[in-house]
């Protein structure tokens, strides 16, 4: 099971519109700093799923058959906006998502080929023979994560949160992902983090997966000036994501 | 007064996700027929503008200070979804826009830096020495269009509209642009052209501004599949925005 990081960025991206601080301002002019909004393509046999849909050329990168589905974490524009784009083209694409009456935009009144399949809270589907189990999170918006499994590997997509529920950390508890891609957009110290993990949290939830592999994403740039003077911050066995990293995750035998 | 094309699609853009059409083959190897969403910059003096906000790079191209405002004709996505990347940034931008208790998305509720003002119809205000109307269109979404009238010279920018309310024909007959550039989406002969001008409708149009200059924008792939057969199709004083496209406009002495 291969994982790509199309983007793996907070909302708003690195460099953020008219921000000055030392990573905004070397992402500017060096593209492998940037990050694009969190999104990622999974591999796993002959399925291609798409988490989350925030890039804005989803419609050139995969053409109709490309994608066996989308799996849409929430409704957030930086989550779904690449879909605007596909809906007066031909052919048909499943869309999976938390239930959400409101979407985002025009995207239910308008969906032309997409087809939304709303999940509910540990709900479990097979695409091929991938298994997956939609985990519900905390955060301002309904918001699904997303448990995949595929020949014995584990592989958990926790974007956006401020909190896994008890049941959810339970879950994973039993689970034991053996890579745990999780929403670290803040630095340490951050007062009252809003919506989303921030690095204090992400490490103590670690301590839950001793074994696993765990893959911090959805970075705001704050947390990138942060780890710039601190190359030793994070611990074994943990590490940031970057736009285009393939991560591999193979199952314990 | 110049006016850049950004885009001139219309929703979905060319080549449009999955179609086989000639134009969207062509679209794909080619980039000089390809279509972003309508949109474009005016630049008047030391004045400049946007006119609608759907490339999706307008966070790039636009730093703080480099517009003095965006000028919104309505809240589909692709005509505002360049804005969503801005919100987290710093920095300060004005969005004139339509009264639209909908807005598009989060855009209302995490405005961050753009600060929407609601015009009302046939409102003329003033940014430097540029003079700007809003006249409501008819479309499935509140709309306005904005005529814009620098040093002598009048340019309309009617985008997405089926129809033009009786008075905004009005003013246009007496405010008489030099330049009038309409959102003409469909060929001639589509049965009930739902939310949008198609070319028989601009033709008709086009007999009440006889000495001005029409441009037609907001372009469907199967209006440029029509015209592609019929490079004779349009009479003196019209033509086709590509994007990228630079017009000037100059008023009569």
Redesign the interface.
């Known amino acids: 099971m291969r994982l790509t990081f199309l983007g793996t960025g ?4 690195v460099p ?4 000055d601080c030392p990573v905004c301002a070397r992402a500017r002019v060096d593209a492998s700093v940037r990050r694009q909004p969190n999104c990622a393509l999974l591999e796993a046999g002959e399925v291609r799923l798409l988490l989350d849909a925030g890039v ?1 050329d989803v ?1 050139e990168r995969f ?2 058959g490309a994608l066996d589905a989308v799996l849409v974490t929430h409704f ?3 989550h779904v ?1 690449g879909l ?8 048909e694409l499943d869309v999976y998502c938390p239930h959400d009456s409101e979407g ?3 995207l239910y009144k308008s969906p032309g ?1 997409l087809q939304f399949m709303q999940l509910s809270k540990f709900e479990t589907f097979e695409l091929g023979d991938v298994r997956i189990t939609a985990v519900p999170l905390v955060h301002s918006k309904p918001t699904l994560g997303y448990c995949i499994e595929h020949e014995g590997a584990r592989l958990a997509y926790l974007s956006d949160c401020s909190e896994l529920p008890p049941a959810t950390l339970e879950f994973l508890q039993r689970w034991q992902p053996h890579t745990l891609c999780l929403d670290c957009t803040f630095p340490p110290g951050t007062e009252q983090p809003r919506n989303h993990f921030d690095l204090t949290q992400a490490l103590a939830l670690s301590r839950d997966f001793p074994d696993g592999e765990l893959v911090l994403m959805h970075i705001g740039h704050k947390l990138d000036v942060w780890l710039s003077t601190r190359p030793d911050a994070l611990p074994s066995g943990m590490s940031v994501a970057r736009d285009g990293e393939t991560l591999v995750c193979v199952g314990t035998p």
Do not use: I, T
């Open positions: 907070a909302a708003g991206g953020l519109w008219g921000c804005m419609a053409p109709p957030h524009a930086d906006q605007f784009h596909l809906r007066w083209g031909n052919g985002c935009a025009d080929p």
